[in-house]
């Protein structure tokens, strides 16, 4: 079983979300399949590549076929994470033939999405090369899919930000205004994680370098957000903060920007097109004769 599987079981049920997108598509049968294929026959299918780009989900989809029937054998050929050519085979499976027709498009709409993410994660990552900034998503995920979207963001080389609403604290604009400022926001965020007694990374989205300066000046938190600042505006932003706290960009970064943003020397660079915006990759699976 993967690693991000293990990490994630708490926030994701992926039993259930299998159980779930088969009682979707499948309904009370997958009636193609029982009319047109024999209830014993075996064969085998495998994954074929049909766009160049970064694979992700191949541990997903094992997942997935060991869940339907443990008696598939599976075969990967390739690892989640690797860049790929049109015309690769990424894995084989084998076993009753009703069964991988009746989880071929479950395993696919897994798969293209997360590849999709991967391979565009992987693309700005290249773009940041040579700088120490860290390609991050955020929470504008699809419901319920969240879990692989950002799965796929990690095999593209790019990493986590808040997984949800639970593990992190992030003071964004609208949380300052109604809490009456920076300072009483701040210190109403820790004295909730004292009374609470719980340990949460506190970070605080800033309009201004003068937002910054109060920041800095009243501490407390472990990153700042700099939201919708230009590069030159980044730039002199990380000058103001020294290293002193973790430092992200957000807000319109997209591939054309974004070597501007990451040469000015932040940590983060969050961009939610990472998986609200993506283009899946075409993927098939494909009978064995």
């Known amino acids: ?26 309904g009370d049968g997958d009636h193609t399949s029982l009319s047109t294929i024999p209830a014993k026959n075996k064969g ?54 009703q069964k991988l027709l009746t989880t071929e498009r479950l395993v696919l709409n897994v798969m293209q999405r997360m590849s999709g993410i991967a391979t565009h994660t992987h693309q700005l990552m290249q773009l940041c090369k ?25 095999i593209g080389g790019g990493a ?51 937002d910054i300066e109060t920041v800095l000046k009243k501490g ?13 505006q980044t730039k002199k932003a990380v000058h103001l903060i020294n290293g002193k706290y973790e430092s992200e960009s957000s807000g319109g970064i997209t591939a054309k920007n974004i070597k501007a943003y990451s040469r000015c020397g932040v940590d983060y660079i969050s961009i939610g097109a990472l998986t609200h915006h993506v283009n899946s990759l075409d993927l098939s699976l494909k009978a064995v004769r």
């Open 130 to 154: 040579g700088t120490k900034a860290k390609v991050i998503d955020t929470r504008k995920t699809t419901p319920g899919f969240r879990f692989f979207e950002k799965w796929a963001v990690v």
């Open 220 to 232: 407390k938190i472990q990153r700042i957000l700099i939201d919708n600042f230009t590069p030159g």
């Open 44 to 97: 085998k299918v495998h994954l074929l590549v049909k766009e160049d780009g970064i694979i992700a989900g191949i541990e997903a989809a094992r997942f997935i076929f060991k869940q339907i029937d443990k008696d598939f054998k599976f075969t990967e050929l390739i690892a989640d994470g690797t860049a790929v050519k049109k015309g690769a085979v990424a894995f084989t499976v084998e076993g009753n033939t």
């Open 1 to 26: 079983m993967s690693n991000y599987i293990k990490l994630h079981k708490e926030h994701f049920d992926f039993k259930k979300f299998i159980r779930q997108a088969l009682a979707e598509d499948v």
């Open 160 to 210: 986590n930000h808040r997984y949800g609403l639970f593990d992190m604290i992030l003071i964004k604009d609208n949380h300052i205004d109604f809490a009456g400022g920076i300072v009483p926001a701040i210190d109403a965020a820790n004295s909730y994680l004292k009374k609470t007694k719980r340990k949460l990374k506190i970070e605080i989205e800033v309009r201004s370098l003068k």
